[in-house]
């Protein structure tokens, strides 16, 4: 079993819809998470950051962690075609995060 | 601002045969990270260095995967006798210290025939 798991979709919602995006994970000694963009045939790059459990907020893109169920989230409201793209879940143990666990990562259309 | 740069973009090699691929970092960035992305597999940590030395290399998944990093910039990740498991998207990151955020180029795609 995987350390950190991701459903890959793929997910295709309608321009407007609210996205929800979601990875679990079983070590309990995850403490940062972070959530990735990833274009095609581009490198990902980081949309939001969080350490431990709760909410944090950054424009349209909510990031939701809860230790106690080894859950995490990724809300996406507004959604736009150019939110279309991979999202990539990823944890680390302990600052100084060399070493990132990534999910498999969920392919999202964004249908106008 | 050039950020993180990689080549080859892509690379179709023969079994058996090595294979050099090459990150430039973001200028400045002292942390250099080698990540593996298969299909289906999401990204595999391969290798970190902070400096020229490598704390890290637990990832590197056999002895035919090596990496190196000279002059606290550029660096080469080469692999030998490549397999054709070998095929991935290989990606490189740099932060401007250890625990600052990564930031990534945009791969080499291998193909080993």
């Known amino acids: 079993q995987k350390e950190v798991e991701q459903d890959p979709g793929p997910l295709s919602v309608p321009e407007g819809a609210i996205v929800s995006l979601n990875c679990t994970y079983s070590?309990?000694?995850?403490?940062?998470f972070m959530w990735y963009r990833q274009y095609s045939r581009k490198g990902p790059e980081l949309l939001m950051y969080?350490?431990?459990?709760g909410n944090k907020e950054d424009g349209r893109f909510t990031a939701q962690v809860d230790k106690s169920s080894k859950y995490i989230s990724l809300f996406i409201r507004d959604s736009q075609p150019s939110d279309s793209a991979t999202y990539l879940c990823?944890?680390?143990?302990?600052?100084?995060?060399?070493?990132?666990?990534f999910g498999t990562g969920t392919r999202l259309t964004i249908i106008p | 601002g050039a950020g993180v740069s990689q080549s080859p973009s892509n690379k179709v090699t023969e079994k058996g045969k090595d294979v050099e691929l090459r990150c430039d970092p973001i200028?400045?960035?002292?942390?250099l990270y080698w990540y593996r992305q298969s299909l289906g597999q999401g990204l595999e940590f391969l290798i970190y260095?902070?400096?020229?030395?490598?704390?890290?290399k637990s990832g590197l998944p056999s002895d035919r995967f090596s990496a190196e990093r000279t002059g606290g910039s550029v660096s080469t990740l080469t692999i030998q006798r490549t397999q054709q498991e070998d095929s991935a998207v290989y990606l490189c990151?740099?932060?401007?210290?250890?625990?600052?955020?990564?930031?990534f180029g945009p791969g080499t795609r291998l193909l080993v025939l």
């Open positions: 990151a740099s932060s401007f210290m250890r625990g600052e955020t990564q930031y």
């Open positions: 070590n309990s000694a995850f403490q940062y």
């Open positions: 969080t350490y431990s459990s």
């Open positions: 990823a944890m680390a143990y302990n600052f100084g995060n060399e070493k990132l666990t």
């Open positions: 200028s400045g960035h002292t942390a």
């Open positions: 260095f902070q400096g020229n030395s490598a704390p890290d």
